[in-house]
């Protein structure tokens, strides 16, 4: 796992080298699920070439914002950026929760999009 505090701000981390390891979430995956419970939530993806099914975990989220719609003939969604960015609070934009956490952007091709508070990141193959 990765502190979320220690991304770079507004860095694309759609494509992105987790662990010494370089994904490519936006060619080379499509969102086969999303799924939250109890603070975790996990974007399960599927590589386009292969059965590899990887999750994108996060930890101690609070979901600020969720924006889904039904999209006609898509077998699964893609993601388009995915960033740790600011959070407005009070009239002032910040960067770290009073708790340590960052907040996160997840935006899809097809529309839908997810705005959120996590304190780690991590990529786990299924």
Known sequence: MIAATSLELFKNLAQY???????????DFNC?????????LLIILKK?????????K????KI???????VKEVEGLT???????????NG?????????????YLEFYEGQKLEFWAKDIGVEQE
Not at 32 to 40: A, D, F, L, Q
Not at 58 to 61: D, G, S
Not at 80 to 85: F, P
Not at 92 to 104: K, N, P, T
């Open 32 to 40: 086969e699920k999303i799924y939250y419970s109890e603070g975790t």
């Open 79 to 89: 993601i388009d950026t995915l960033y740790r960015g600011k959070a407005e609070l």
């Open 64 to 70: 600020t914002t969720i924006a889904f719609s039904n």
């Open 48 to 56: 386009l070439l292969g059965e590899v099914l990887l999750s994108l």
């Open 92 to 104: 002032e934009l910040i960067e770290v929760s009073e708790d340590g956490e960052g907040y996160f």
């Open 17 to 27: 080298d987790y662990n010494n390891q370089y994904y490519d979430f936006h060619n």
């Open 58 to 61: 996060f930890t101690n989220v």
